[in-house]
């Protein structure tokens, strides 16, 4: 059982950064894709940004430009920097690790960390 344990949330004005990090209790950067996802009171979870074992980045539409997702394989660490925020963005931001192979799969969460925008 690997555990994901997101930190960095918290209250930013409108147009401020906050940068996110998650952490795993096992080795397991070098082979999972790492993703972070967000969920606002009364819409379905959404994908932000992902960034796969090889390092390549995907960012949904809505943060592009804006945010920037990292990994630190070394570390067991991946990242999400969160520049000129809008209250939009508020929600509940989760660190996701996906393993896909042959025959078996992983998908762990993080608990979750809060992101607050003010207006």
């Known amino acids: 059982q690997v555990q994901l344990v997101e930190s960095g949330g918290g209250l930013v004005q409108f147009g401020g950064s906050l940068r996110l990090s998650c952490a795993a209790s096992?080795?397991?950067?070098?082979?999972?894709?790492m993703g972070w996802y967000r969920q606002a009171p009364g819409k379905q979870r959404e994908l932000v940004a992902v960034?796969?074992?090889?390092?390549?980045?995907n960012y949904a539409d809505s943060v592009k430009g804006r945010f920037t997702i990292s990994r630190d394989n070394a570390k067991n660490t991946v990242s999400l920097q969160m520049n000129s925020l809008k209250p939009e963005d508020t929600a509940v931001y989760y660190c996701?690790?996906?393993?896909?192979?042959?025959?078996?799969?992983?998908?762990?969460w993080g608990q979750g960390t809060q992101v607050t925008v003010s207006s």
């Open positions: 996701n690790a996906l393993y896909s192979g042959r025959y078996t799969h992983y998908n762990y």
């Open positions: 096992a080795n397991i950067f070098s082979i999972y894709d």
């Open positions: 960034i796969t074992t090889g390092g390549s980045a």
